[in-house]
């Protein structure tokens, strides 16, 4: 058996902030642990075989974190697992009551309504530019050789499918906020 595996594009297939620390904790339970989340642990992340444990996750995004922000966690017994960008992510190991964060409901709500608005502008972007390049693409199609026309399919191709996930991810975000 492995004692490591990789995990590929987590904050791509869990892009809900509750999905995700499901996740982290479903694979503790199962014996895989993280020992550190980086830049690049939303694109791929290496878990280790372990003894199984319940940990309380918590991703917690702070764009500019306070001075005292990481103490505070740690004073309440949190361990710092790591960063990506914006978001921090801590755990803490329990074995009765499932230990609470230091967000409430309404701090949640508020910070996914600017996730779905940071989503949004990037939806509108690539959707702007898949119907451009559409458009361009119609307009001088005659004009292309076979070489330009693979690159501008492909670019096309790449813009509806960023803007369907980004219309996905929208989605998601707005169907967790209501419950």
């Known amino acids: 058996m492995k004692n490591k595996k990789t995990v590929w594009f987590s904050a791509f297939k869990n892009v809900v902030r509750a999905d995700y620390v499901k996740r982290l904790e479903d694979s503790a339970l199962q014996g895989w642990q993280v020992d550190k989340i980086g830049q690049w642990s939303s694109v791929y992340m290496t878990l280790k075989r372990r003894e199984p444990k319940q940990y309380r996750f ?13 103490t505070t966690y740690e004073q ?42 940071a989503a949004s502008v990037s939806f509108f972007m690539f959707l ?44 998601k975000i707005n169907k967790n906020n209501q419950r």
Not at 58 to 70: G, I, L, S
């Open 58 to 70: 918590v991703y917690d995004m702070q764009a500019v974190p306070k001075k005292d922000y990481k």
């Open 76 to 117: 309440f017994g949190w361990e710092f697992v790591g960063q990506m960008a914006s978001a921090f992510i801590w755990r803490k190991e329990y074995t009765q009551e499932r230990p609470e964060s230091f967000s409430d409901k309404e701090s949640l709500k508020k910070r996914n309504i600017r996730v779905i608005a």
């Open 128 to 171: 702007l530019t898949a119907i451009i390049g559409t458009e361009c693409f119609v307009v001088n199609f005659r004009h292309l050789v076979p070489s330009d026309i693979l690159q501008f399919t492909l670019g096309l191709v790449l813009s509806y499918v960023f803007t369907i996930y980004m219309g996905y991810v929208m989605n």
